[in-house]
């Protein structure tokens, strides 16, 4: 894995995970598009990764993904719309923070926590049309 590396402006189409980050660290990933595959952003591990200003929309499952084994993720002012099943979610409360983000027209929804998914996670200002659970803002 590489630490620091920053990735914009670039499009991935018709792959199984369209922006994956996996054990890095503190990388940052601004102004991308996923479109068309299984997942659009996976940040599957590493800590203090943020994303801003991304777009996912009609990936098969899920728009962005925050796995368990990763830790202080930021995820900002991101879109995420029309994907097969979540638009944002997060499988782990490790003081992750979703703020600004705009996740609307997802399958089943539009935000969504595991649990306990509210204790350090902070969720703010978001714009969706559906969440799980209430805690989610």
């Known amino acids: 894995a590489s630490d620091g590396n920053r990735l914009t402006r670039n ?5 199984e995970v369209g922006f994956l980050i996996g054990t890095a660290h503190k990388n940052v990933l601004t102004y991308n598009v996923a479109t068309m595959n299984n997942s659009g952003f996976f940040v599957g591990g590493g800590t203090k990764n ?3 200003h991304n777009i996912a929309t009609q990936n098969e499952y899920k728009g ?10 930021t ?3 991101n879109e995420a719309h029309n994907n097969g099943e979540f638009g944002i979610v997060v499988w782990s409360d490790a003081s992750h923070k979703i703020i ?3 996740a609307i ?6 935000l969504h ?5 509210c204790i350090s996670n902070v969720w703010k200002k978001n714009t969706y049309g559906t969440k799980d659970p209430d ?3």
């Open 75 to 77: 995820l900002s002012k």
């Open 105 to 110: 027209n997802n399958t089943s929804f539009d």
């Open 135 to 137: 805690c989610i803002q």
């Open 11 to 15: 499009t991935a189409k018709d792959s």
């Open 100 to 102: 600004g983000n705009t």
């Open 50 to 52: 943020r994303l801003f």
């Open 113 to 117: 926590a595991s649990l306990p998914g």
């Open 64 to 73: 962005f993904l925050v796995h368990c084994n990763a830790a202080e993720t």
